[in-house]
C-alpha cells in the first residue's frame, strides 16, 4: 500500500514508476476512470429510454400517473413525494460519506466510523424504498386490457377519474384453467391467470353505462385521449388480455418497453447501491479494526466513497429522466 | 497525499443544502407543472423539461465537483474525465434522439402505420 499512497520525488524519471503526474494515486485513478465507464453505461440506457420515448412520444405512460403511492397512505394520489424522499435519502448519506472521508484526513478514527455506519445505513435505506417502490410497480393499481394489435385500454368514470377493473367487472361462471407444463404440448405455459377474464370485463363494462376507456394517445393537453361510449365498445370488443400490474412482457401502465426500462434502469441502479453498500460495510469494518490507522492513510475510505456519490450522481439523473420528465 | 486537506464542512453542508433546495425545487415544479413552461416547446422538448434537465446538471456539477472533490484535483485528471463524459454523452443523445424522432415521424407520416 506504502507504494500505492507515497508520492516519491520522481519528477525527473517520468517511466520508472512511483510517479503519479495526474497528482492521484493509481487506486484513485482507477476509480476514476472506472466512474467514466460505468457513466457511459448508464448513459446508455438512459440514451435508450430516451430512444423509446421519443419513438413512441404520442402515447408513453405519464410518471406522475404511475408512481403515486406513500407509504401508510392508502388511496390517497401523491406522486412524486416518495422518490422525492429517497432522493434525499441518498443526497444525506452522500453528505454523511464526504463527512468521514474529511475526518479520515484528519485522521480521526471515531468520527469515520459514525459517518460510515450512517452512510451504510442510509443506502440501506434507499435500497428498501426501492424495493417497495417496484413492489407497488409490479402489482399495479387499477388494472387494464390490452387489444389485439397492442394498445393499451383503461378505465375512466365520467370525470376521468381511474376506475379499477375490481369495480366493475362481472363475475361470469366459466372455468379458467391455468394452462402448466404437464398439460400442454411441446413446452407450453403461462403466467399466473388475471383475476378477471376478458369476457368478464366486457360483461362489466356493458352493465356500467358511466365507464369510457381511456387510451394510450396524449392530446394537446399533455393528457390520455378519452373515447365516447360508443367508441369505447368498438375498441373493448378487440381485448385480447387482461393486464395487472406489470413485468417484463405487458403492464397496466402503457407502452411495454416503459416498464422494461424501468425494471433494467433502476434494478442496475440498485444494483450499484446494494453493492456500494457491501463495499462500504467491507470498508466500515477495516476502520474499526484500525487497518487504515496503521496505514497512516485512509485513502480507501476516500475511493469507495467515490463509488458512493457516483451512485448518488447516477441517481440524480434517474430521478430527472423517470419521475419528472 | 500530495495536497493538504483542510477541513471544509462547512462547505460540505452548504452544497447539501444547494442539493436540498433544487430537488424541492424539481418537485414543487413537477406537481405545479405551470403552463406556460409545461405547453411551450423549445426544440422537440416542453420548457418544463428543459429547466428540470438543466437543474439536474447543476446538481451533478456540484456531486462531481464538491462531493467527488473533482476542484481539488489536477486540471489533467478533470480534464481525463470530464471531457470524454461530455463529448460522448452529447453525441450519444443527439444520434439517439434524432433517430427516435425520425421513427416516430415514419410511423406518423408515411405508408407503415402503427395504428392499431
Redesign the interface.
Known amino acids: 500500500m506504502e507504494a500505492t499512497v507515497t508520492t516519491a520525488n520522481s519528477e525527473g524519471k517520468t517511466w520508472g514508476g512511483g510517479n503519479e503526474p495526474m497528482g492521484a494515486s493509481y487506486g484513485k485513478l482507477m476509480m476514476w476512470f472506472f466512474i467514466v465507464s460505468d457513466a457511459l453505461t448508464f448513459s446508455g440506457f438512459l440514451a435508450a429510454y430516451g430512444f423509446s420515448r421519443f419513438k413512441f412520444i404520442e402515447t408513453w405512460p405519464l410518471a406522475d400517473e404511475v408512481f403515486t403511492h406513500f407509504p401508510f397512505m392508502h388511496g390517497v394520489s401523491a406522486p412524486m413525494y416518495y422518490v422525492a424522499l429517497m432522493t434525499f435519502i441518498l443526497i444525506f448519506s452522500s453528505v454523511t460519506m464526504v463527512l468521514a472521508v474529511d475526518a479520515g484526513h484528519q485522521m480521526k478514527k471515531n468520527k469515520v466510523v459514525l459517518y460510515m455506519f450512517l452512510t451504510i445505513i442510509g443506502g440501506l435505506i434507499f435500497v428498501g424504498s426501492q424495493a417497495w417502490e417496484w413492489k407497488n410497480f409490479i402489482k399495479g393499481e387499477y388494472g387494464a386490457v390490452e387489444t389485439k394489435g397492442g394498445s393499451l385500454l383503461q378505465f375512466v368514470d365520467k370525470d376521468g377519474k381511474r376506475v379499477a377493473l375490481a369495480d366493475f367487472a362481472a363475475f361470469l361462471p366459466e372455468e379458467r384453467e391455468q394452462l402448466t407444463r404437464n398439460k400442454a404440448k411441446w413446452f407450453m405455459d403461462e403466467p399466473a391467470l388475471p383475476s378477471y377474464s376478458v369476457a368478464e370485463v366486457q360483461a362489466g363494462f356493458k352493465a356500467h353505462p358511466e365507464i369510457l376507456i381511456r387510451t394510450e394517445v396524449i392530446t394537446k393537453e399533455k393528457k390520455k385521449t378519452i373515447l365516447s361510449r360508443a367508441e369505447s365498445e368498438a375498441r373493448l370488443s378487440q381485448a385480447q388480455y387482461v393486464v395487472e400490474g406489470a413485468n417484463l412482457i405487458r403492464n397496466e401502465y402503457g407502452s411495454k418497453l416503459f416498464a422494461d426500462f424501468f425494471f433494467f434502469i433502476t434494478g442496475f441502479h440498485g444494483f450499484h447501491v446494494f453493492s456500494g453498500v457491501i463495499i462500504n460495510i467491507i470498508i466500515f469494518f477495516n476502520v474499526l479494526i484500525g487497518t487504515y490507522e496503521k496505514r497512516r492513510s485512509y485513502e480507501m475510505v476516500e475511493k469507495v466513497g467515490l463509488y458512493w456519490h457516483f451512485v448518488d450522481l447516477v441517481w440524480v439523473f434517474v430521478f430527472t429522466v423517470f419521475y419528472l420528465v | ?3 493538504e ?1 483542510v ?3 462547512g462547505r ?2 452548504k452544497v ?1 443544502g444547494i ?2 433546495a433544487v ?2 425545487v ?2 414543487i415544479l ?2 405545479l407543472k405551470p403552463d406556460a413552461l ?2 411551450n416547446n423549445f426544440m ?1 422538448m416542453n420548457l418544463l ?1 428543459w429547466i ?2 438543466a ?2 446538471v447543476y ?2 456539477y456540484y ?2 465537483y ?4 473533482m476542484e481539488g ?2 486540471s ?2 478533470r480534464s ?2 470530464v471531457f ?2 461530455i463529448f ?2 452529447l453525441y ?2 443527439f444520434i ?2 434524432t ?3 425520425y ?2 415521424e415514419v ?2 407520416n408515411s405508408t407503415i402505420k402503427w395504428n ?1
Open positions: 497525499m500530495s495536497h486537506h477541513s471544509n464542512i460540505i453542508w447539501f442539493l436540498s430537488t424541492v424539481e418537485v413537477g406537481i409545461h405547453m422537440g423539461n428540470f434537465y437543474l439536474t446538481k451533478a456531486i462531481v464538491a462531493f467527488m472533490h484535483e489536477k489533467t485528471l481525463a474525465v470524454p463524459l460522448l454523452i450519444l443523445l439517439l434522439l433517430e427516435g424522432d421513427i416516430y410511423f406518423k392499431f
